[in-house]
């Protein structure tokens, strides 16, 4: 009785399969330290449901770990849940309509990880539907006890070494979130906007010595006419303060009444010592910010303007012109404004003159001196001014890029605020040596980040104005702001306020940037290896570093052997967060590399090659896809795109896959009747079983060499093309006749279809683990799990040879084939007589499969050593 269905079953099969390999634990990781392939697998977001690029780029990471366990490597193949942090609010706020900002922290808090746990599990549910061999006693949640600890350890550790630190300073600002963000969650939009022209006027006669009346000197800079009214917030002191005290402000109080209504008065535009200056601006809602005018001081039409000052139309505000380099004298009118804060050479600009800082966009993006008017109606609200005192003189529609924050959409700010901030501009060096000790595959991706790093501007801000996540372990005391620090043992901590010595301390309220604790994951599997191992908190069992008085996260001779880790499987748009921010943590902890390989997947896009996304409308549920084609389908689809490389989602190469996991069943089904229980190469002595078993080692050892780079893309290739076309096109066509009849060299092709049957099995086994496992473990009872260790199949070493190309048995296949499909003949019709020309004469002994895969009454051989390319084949009806 056959022992595979006539149908293939993926439903059941799935089913069986995934209670199989949970029983016989085939994919747990021991924990002993010998040969271990290690994974750095990236925790998802819980952010909302995953699609199928979740999927696409996972099972790039499962093929590999399938792989190396086959290959008796130690797999050590964990998944995380990265469930602290701004995604998991943000889902949690829509999912369940509430603020957190309205909310009590703690209930929000509970709130979120009630919504993470059951995301998680719905997370786990797809992961083992696609057939991921996750070893889930590995599993983390970056919001667990054990991560936090470890997050706040490593702050410390930073902050005691003198490489994190706290400070004011201009931030990048998501007015939508209410918080400060990174430089690496920012991405660049296109807008339509105008450019607005608008008239200052200059003091001709007075001249005046910026290097000693205005650097430095607040008070001189931030004079305003009496005929404006409101209040300025102006910092007074060093901006690069680095102190703990609350932010000093003095409020200029000017004269006058209902301000902004009191608008420049005729009488201070007609002042005889007065001229005007056209400049032009996309942001003229910033002018009660404008701290100086600029110009390149090769710009001839401006020379005469240094050391003099100008005046700003509405506020009457004196600023002092400058010249500087970068100024663009093909911009505009060559004329810039420094505003504190429009962009980035706003903050330059400012440090670089020691300029006043004027802060009147709020946190929530309003202006206050305008009324408390949002950004956008601000900026419309100064232009109707200054066009109804003529002092708009023309627009021009531009397009312009905006810095807009990753997460929420929104345009960003800058405003000045407290954070705090890993160091990293005096690493950049030191940081491009560690990414090229790193392999990175493919090698674009090592140009990608030098390229990031070689741009970075500022240190990495790690505090969050939000709710969930790692709190900051650090306490102010109440009355001075004197820093205290917890102890190591008291971590992870979480008090709003503690006693000591009588003084009460107050604890920063700020999370970290969930790229702050995720960036530790090689540090936090190696924790669950380590409380594997001991079943205790290692970080208990450790001695303190004797300088920092703190342990540098489990650094220690066990460690060597586990980091660097083998492999950091991601994609290729958090290569400048998540890869970048790994390999800053272990420099700055660990002096190595957290890594020795990366390999970094593309996107899988929408079929009109778009970015999927849900406002589109264009995901694909990779639940209902599993369902409908089977998990092995869609491993196949995502195995279609090469390292790097962004793939259309395209249900026409599902039905490719398809057809492949139907034709393997099928095969399987066709050489069951013919499998011997002990199968020996000795026993194949049949020319054409020795040509398809000596391919069939070369694809072995083309097909290693492929998934030892990660390529999984070209072994995949290399597989379906010989099983398709060579195996099962060819050679199962050419030994049909000699399998089913008792004729000389039936024992070769009985055990050459045994012998190959398991080496395909085994090398598709890591793209399609469920069809490959239901058929060897039907068919090799008493094998091991296809998918446990040193099952790798071995280059075949075949006692004979051949020494003609195998390619002519397909040539002539093809010949005949193609002649009875020119004469419109049924391919099951014989001809008359088939003449081979052939400079083999081994080819000889391969008669009887040729004549009966060809259907030939008669075939005439001529050995010719000059015949061209080795081989003439004619047919006759």
């Not at 009457?316 to 962009?343: A, H, N, Q």
Request: net charge negative; aromatic share 10%; hydrophobic share 40%.
């Amino acid at each position: 009785m056959a022992k595979l269905e006539s149908r293939y079953n993926f439903s059941q099969i799935e089913y069986k399969c995934k209670t199989r390999w949970k029983e016989s634990q085939v994919y747990k990781f021991s924990p002993q330290f010998r040969d271990i392939f290690s994974i750095d697998t990236p925790p998802p977001t819980i952010s909302g449901s995953l699609h199928i690029g979740h999927v696409f780029s996972y099972c790039h990471t499962d093929f590999i770990a399938r792989y190396q366990r086959m290959r008796g490597k130690n797999v050590f193949y964990s998944l995380g849940f990265d469930n602290n942090g701004l995604p998991t609010e943000r889902l949690v706020e829509k999912s369940c309509k509430v603020k957190a900002s309205r909310s009590d922290r703690a209930e929000f808090v509970a709130l979120c990880e009630e919504i993470s746990a059951e995301k998680i599990e719905e997370f786990k549910d797809l992961f083992n539907s696609i057939g991921l061999s996750i070893d889930w006693d590995f599993s983390y949640q970056t919001n667990s006890e054990d991560c936090k600890r470890l997050s706040q350890e490593s702050f410390l550790y930073l902050y005691k070494k003198g490489l994190l630190y706290r400070k004011k300073m201009p931030i990048l600002w998501d007015v939508i979130d209410q918080t400060a963000i990174a430089q690496a969650e920012v991405e660049e939009k296109e807008f339509d906007s105008k450019m607005n022209y608008i008239i200052f006027l200059y003091e001709e006669n007075e001249d005046v010595n910026i290097e000693t009346d205005i650097q430095g000197k607040y008070e001189v800079a931030t004079k305003i006419s009496e005929k404006t009214s409101g209040n300025v917030s102006v910092v007074v002191g060093n901006p690069n303060d680095n102190s703990l005290e609350a932010d000093r402000v003095c409020e200029d109080d000017f004269t006058g009444a209902n301000f902004p209504e009191q608008w420049w008065s005729s009488g201070l535009s007609s002042c005889t010592n007065l001229r005007k200056l056209e400049v032009g601006t996309t942001r003229p809602e910033l002018l009660p910010a404008c701290v100086a005018l600029l110009y390149n001081p090769s710009d001839e039409r401006y020379k005469n303007l240094e050391g003099k000052y100008a005046i700003t139309p509405i506020f009457s505000k004196r600023v002092p012109i400058i010249p500087d380099p970068d100024v663009i004298v093909e911009k505009g009118t060559g004329l810039v404004m420094c505003c504190t804060f429009g962009d980035e050479m706003d903050i330059k600009w400012w440090q670089k003159y020691d300029l006043p800082l004027l802060e009147v966009i709020d946190r929530y993006g309003r202006i206050e001196l305008l009324n408390g008017k949002k950004v956008e109606d601000a900026r419309g609200y100064v232009l109707e001014k200054l066009r109804e005192k003529g002092l708009l003189t023309r627009q021009e529609a531009i397009t312009h890029r905006v810095k807009c924050a990753e997460r929420s959409g929104g345009k960003l700010e800058i405003i000045s605020t407290y954070q705090w901030y890993i160091e990293i501009l005096k690493h950049k060096e030191d940081l491009k040596s560690k990414v090229q000790e790193i392999c990175w595959l493919p090698e674009k991706m090592r140009i990608k980040i030098e390229q990031w790093i070689d741009g970075l501007k500022w240190d990495w801000c790690i505090s969050r104005q939000r709710y969930l996540g790692v709190r900051v372990p650090v306490y102010y005391e109440k009355e001075t702001g004197s820093i205290l620090l917890p102890e190591l043992s008291e971590l992870p901590v979480e008090s709003n306020v503690i006693f000591r010595d009588g003084k009460t301390y107050i604890q920063d309220k700020d999370v970290l940037d969930t790229w702050a604790t995720s960036s530790l994951s090689p540090q936090i599997n190696y924790l669950l290896l380590m409380k594997s191992v001991y079943n205790s908190r290692v970080v208990e069992q450790m001695d303190a570093d004797p300088v920092t008085g703190i342990s540098p996260n489990l650094l220690d001779e066990e460690r060597l052997q586990f980091q660097p880790m083998s492999l950091r499987p991601q994609a290729h748009e958090i290569i400048r967060t998540w890869a970048f921010y790994t390999i800053l943590r272990s420099l700055l902890e660990y002096q190595t590399v957290p890594w020795r390989r990366v390999m970094v997947s593309g996107w899988c896009l929408a079929s009109d090659k778009s970015k999927m996304s849900k406002s589109k409308g264009n995901t694909v549920d990779p639940v209902k896809l599993i369902a409908e084609y089977g998990a092995d389908v869609v491993r196949y689809w995502s195995a279609s795109a090469g390292l790097g490389c962004d793939t259309c989602f395209s249900e026409n190469v599902l039905l490719i896959g398809k057809k492949l996991v139907n034709k393997i069943w099928s095969a399987a089904r066709f050489i069951e009747q013919f499998l011997v229980s002990d199968p020996e190469l000795l026993k194949v002595d049949y020319v054409t079983d020795l040509w398809i078993l000596s391919r069939l080692s070369e694809v072995v050892k083309d097909t290693e060499l492929a998934l030892e780079n990660c390529d999984y893309f070209h072994a995949k290739a290399l597989m379906e093309r010989f099983f398709l076309h060579e195996y099962c096109d060819n050679y199962l066509e050419l030994v049909k006749s000699r399998a089913y009849n008792d004729v000389p060299g039936r024992e070769s092709v009985l055990h050459s279809l045994s012998i190959s049957l398991a080496v395909i099995l085994k090398l598709f086994a890591p793209f399609l683990p469920y069809v490959t496992d239901e058929i060897y473990s039907a068919l090799f009872p008493n094998s091991v799990s296809l998918h446990g260790g040193f099952t790798w199949p071995s280059e075949i070493h075949l006692a004979r040879g051949i020494t003609f190309s195998g390619n002519d048995f397909i040539k002539i296949l093809a010949k005949v084939r193609g002649f009875k499909s020119e004469h419109s003949i049924s391919m099951k019709k014989e001809v008359s007589l088939v003449e081979i020309k052939t400079a083999a004469l081994e080819m000889l002994e391969a008669e009887y499969d040729i004549k009966a895969a060809t259907n030939s009454a008669r075939i005439v051989w001529e050995i010719d050593d000059n015949v061209p390319n080795g081989l003439e084949v004619r047919v006759f009806l």
